[in-house]
Structures are given as C-alpha cells and as structure tokens.
C-alpha cells in the first residue's frame, strides 16, 4: 500500500469539486475529478489499496457523497488523519470507507512510503515503526466488510428473515 499524503483542512471541494455535483453521481464519472485541484496526478496514478495519510479537519465542507464514493471506487484501503469533519466521518461509515483517527500517525509518514494496516493487532506498520491504533467497534467493522450501511443492513434483515422462518 502507497501512502498519500495532505495536510490539514483538506475539504469536500478539494477531493471532488463542486461544480460537478449535479453532472457527475457513478464512479466512473466521479473518479477523474478526484483531488483534481488538489493533487492533479491522483485519479491516474491511485492503485487499489493505497491509503491517504492527513491533518487536522479531513472531509470538512458540504455534506456530498460523491467524495467518500470516488474514493472508495479507487480502492482506498483507509484514510488515517489526526481529525475528521464530522460528515465526512458519517459519509464514509454509510460507504464502508475505513477510516483511522491517530494524529502520532498521521503525522509521522511521508507520501510514497509503504504502510501496512493490522486491524485484529490494531497496529500500523512502516519500515521499523510500529504505531498501536485502538480497535475499531465490531459494528463499524461490520459495516466496512459488508461494502457499506445499507448492505450491512440487507444482510442483517436477510438473516433476521432467516431465522424467523
């Protein structure tokens, strides 16, 4: 996994633009304005498990979709930043985007270094660093493995039905 690396107050116009929100809502579409302005090599060069390191605020902004649904259809793995905008937070759950809230390790990676994610450790590893996370709740975890909140739920009420037959 290749980090990414942004600094504080990256907002929702940053990762993808707002003058695209009424024009552009699959991830084909969404995915060649992701960091446009930000960081005009992203769409082309993200591979399937990179992983986005930032500050302080990540996702703050206008409440859209478009963000956490490109991001997660270029295949990043996790967004590991000090804070997050609260509705970016929430946006990201309902896709099933990871999400890691540590500022020690946020700030202490570079762009371009490999990174390695343990969730069953909670552990972060780079090179010889090693970084203890606190585990994420089974219901999140939950989430992220079934692609998102509403298949989550599909899944639960599929199994409640089960049962009940």
């Given at each position: 996994m290749t980090i990414w690396r942004y600094g504080?107050?990256?907002?929702?116009?940053?990762?993808f633009p707002g003058k695209y929100t009424y024009t552009c809502s699959t991830p084909e579409?969404?995915?060649p304005h992701l960091l446009e302005d930000l960081?005009?090599?992203?769409?082309?060069?993200?591979?399937?498990?990179d992983i986005i390191v930032a500050g302080r605020n990540f996702g703050c902004g206008s409440s859209r979709e478009q963000p956490v649904v490109g991001l997660k259809s270029v295949g990043i793995t996790a967004i590991i930043a000090s804070s997050f905008a609260r509705i970016f937070y929430r946006?990201?759950?309902?896709?099933?985007?990871?999400?890691?809230?540590?500022?020690?390790?946020?700030?202490?990676?570079?762009?371009?270094?490999?990174?390695?994610?343990?969730?069953?450790?909670?552990?972060?590893?780079?090179?010889?660093?090693?970084?203890?996370?606190?585990?994420?709740?089974?219901?999140?975890?939950?989430?992220?493995?079934?692609?998102?909140l509403l298949p989550a739920v599909r899944a639960r009420l599929a199994g409640e039905r089960e049962l009940n037959r």
């Open positions: 504080d107050d990256v907002n929702t116009d940053q990762l579409e969404i995915r960081d005009p090599r992203f769409s082309e060069e993200v591979r399937e498990g946006a990201a759950i309902n896709q099933g985007l990871l999400l890691i809230e540590s500022a020690e390790v946020a700030e202490s990676w570079s762009e371009g270094e490999e990174i390695a994610i343990d969730l069953e450790e909670g552990e972060i590893r780079t090179g010889d660093r090693v970084y203890s996370i606190p585990p994420l709740p089974a219901m999140l975890l939950a989430i992220r493995d079934a692609g998102g």
